[in-house]
C-alpha cells in the first residue's frame, strides 16, 4: 500500500485534489521529474537495487532519493494504480549515437483515459517529457519544444517517441506496446546495475529538470540549462553531499 499523502508531499503537491484524470496526471508528471531526481549513486556504491514497492518506497520516498528507470517508473506505475489510474508498464528501446541500444532496456508506464491511451514517463532523466504524450500521433507540447508518438516504419508493431527542438525532430526511443509488470523487467534490470554493457555502472549520474532547463551531475562535472543558456562547473569532492541535497534534493544517510 501505498501511503499517498507523503508521495503528493514529495512531490510538493499537498493541497492536491485527487481526482485521476488527466489534469492531475499533467500536474503529477511534471513535479515528478522536477523534484525526484534520475541518480545511480546505489549503483556507484555497490548497493544493491529492488524492485519491491515497499523497498522503493522507503527509498524515494522516504528516504527522498532518486533512482534508475526501474525504481522510479516502478513505484510511480504502483502510486499512480493507487490514485485509481488504469496503468500498465512498456518497453523501450533507446536511440544511441550509434543506433539501438539493446531492445526492451527502458521501461515506462502507459495510462489509459478516456479511449486515449499516454505515455507517462518519469524515469529518462532531463530529457523525460513533462507532459503525458498520446499514442495516437497528436502533438503534444511542453517548455522546450514538442513530442509525438508515431508508427515506427522500420518495425512493424513498433511506436516511435519524437521531440521536436527548434528545426528538426528527434527520435528518443521505440515503444513496444505489449503490456508488461515491473518483474518482466528483472534480466535487464540486473544488466543496469551489473553488466559490463551498462553506462549506469561507470560512472554517477543525477538528473533532474527546473523550470526553464535541467542539471545534470556526470562524474564531478555539474551542468545547467536554463533556456538557451549552457553553464558548467566543477564539484569539488567535499562538495559534493551539498550539491546532491541543495540541487537535486537528495538526502544521503550516513
Known amino acids: 500500500m501505498i ?7 514529495r512531490l510538493g503537491m499537498t493541497d492536491q485534489n485527487i481526482r485521476p484524470d488527466l489534469t492531475l496526471l499533467r ?16 549503483i556507484m556504491d555497490g548497493v544493491p537495487l529492488s524492485m519491491k514497492p515497499d523497498m522503493l518506497f522507503d527509498k524515494i520516498i ?10 522510479l517508473n516502478g513505484l510511480f506505475h504502483s502510486f499512480l494504480k493507487e490514485l485509481g489510474y488504469s496503468v500498465s508498464m512498456a518497453a523501450c528501446t533507446v536511440k544511441q549515437e550509434d543506433g539501438w541500444f539493446k531492445d526492451g532496456t527502458h521501461a515506462v508506464n502507459v495510462v489509459h483515459l478516456r479511449d486515449v491511451d499516454y505515455l507517462v514517463d518519469v524515469g529518462f532523466g532531463g ?26 516504419t522500420k518495425l512493424p508493431g513498433r511506436l516511435v ?8 525532430w528527434e527520435m528518443l526511443y521505440q515503444l513496444d506496446r505489449a503490456p508488461r509488470s515491473l518483474k518482466d523487467f528483472k534480466a535487464v534490470f540486473d544488466m543496469t546495475q551489473y553488466g559490463s554493457e551498462s553506462k ?28 538557451d543558456m549552457k553553464t558548467k562547473e566543477d564539484v569539488d569532492p567535499e562538495r ?14 550516513g
Open 62 to 71: 522516504e528516504g527522498r532519493r532518486g533512482g534508475v528507470c526501474y525504481e
Open 127 to 152: 530529457r523525460s517529457p513533462r507532459v503525458p504524450v498520446p499514442l495516437n500521433g497528436e502533438l503534444t507540447p511542453d517548455w522546450e519544444g514538442r513530442w509525438c508518438i508515431r508508427p515506427y
Open 27 to 42: 500536474a503529477l508528471q511534471c513535479r515528478h521529474v522536477m523534484h525526484i531526481p534520475f541518480e545511480n549513486l546505489d
Open 3 to 9: 501511503n499517498l499523502q507523503k508521495y503528493l508531499t
Open 161 to 168: 517517441l519524437e521531440k521536436e527542438t527548434p528545426g528538426e
Open 240 to 253: 559534493l553531499g551539498q550539491v546532491l541535497e541543495q540541487v537535486f534534493h537528495i538526502e544521503l544517510k
Open 200 to 227: 549506469f555502472n561507470k560512472v554517477r549520474v543525477v538528473m533532474i529538470q527546473t523550470e526553464q532547463g535541467r542539471i545534470t551531475l556526470s562524474g564531478n562535472s555539474l551542468t545547467r540549462v536554463n533556456g
